[in-house]
């Protein structure tokens, strides 16, 4: 929700990051919440999946934090470095 909130303040919208981290946390919260039914409840299953939510959403508030317009679909913080430093090392170096 903080993200959600802090987003709209900052872009006027929602921040449709999609990160893979995020994907990840998804996936997993969906297996958790499916695997009761069948197999009976897995407590680390529980905790893996809240951590993975956890650390997917404090990267976005990352994201947040280092971008300053609206991105739609950025894969996560390491590809925003990793394009940053391609941007860099395609202008040469500083007089």
């Known amino acids: ?5 802090l987003a ?3 872009y006027r919208r929602l921040s449709s990051f999609h990160t ?3 994907k990840i946390a998804g996936v ?3 297996i958790y919440i499916g695997t009761p039914v069948h197999f009976g409840h897995w ?3 529980l905790w893996l999946a809240a951590t993975a939510s956890l650390i997917a ?3 976005e508030l990352w994201l947040l934090a280092l971008l300053p317009q609206w991105r739609a679909d950025v894969k996560g913080v390491w590809w925003l470095r990793q ?3 391609s941007r860099r090392s395609r202008r040469g170096p500083a007089l």
């Open 1 to 5: 929700m903080l993200e959600n909130l």
């Open 8 to 10: 709209w303040r900052r």
């Open 20 to 22: 893979v981290l995020s």
């Open 28 to 30: 997993l919260l969906s």
């Open 43 to 45: 407590n680390w299953l």
């Open 57 to 59: 959403s404090a990267e």
């Open 83 to 85: 394009v940053r430093i």
